[in-house]
């Protein structure tokens, strides 16, 4: 099967119907394309395992069952194995080796477009005029967006050896242009 973005939409909106998830899926699809131009690798790639990595969440939201019993679905509908193993490796608790650029970047992506996200929804101008220092300062109250793992949004800049400040300016830099169908203000 050809991997591309366009297909993986497909699968993921047939198993989700909920727009919370499939716009995370569109911001983490929208930061992990970003880092794939910056690697110059396969962006096409890249954008379908972001799309697909949460596609089995809404039937499966428990960690007992989301994301591995979702690797078999991916399987039988043709998805290629490097594809599987990608979606499979975000998953802290399954404990794969992040071994690629693409896993690592999926994983860097996920919690923190979360977070972003979060950020946007509670400004007048979404993401339009977000700066490192306040979502830093958001990701030290831990009351707001309590269900981001802040070690994971750290752990992610670590591992794609970037400064935190960085990480977070690439992650709003590529969700600002998808900001209306994040369902965010533009100002
Ligand atoms: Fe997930
Ligand atoms: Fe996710």
Redesign the pocket.
Known sequence: MEVTRERAWETLTRYTKSEPLRRHALAVEACVGFYAREHDADEELWRAVALL??FD?EMHPTLDR??QDGAPILRDEGWPEEVVEAVLS??EHLELPRDTPLKRTLFAC?ELAGFVHACGLVRPDGIETLEPKSVKKKLKQPSFAAGVHRDEVYAGAELLGLELDDHIRNVVAAMRPIAPELGLHTG
Do not use: G
Request: proline content about 12%; cysteine-free; charged content about 25%.
């Open positions: 990595h949460d969440y989301h994301p975000h998953a996920d």
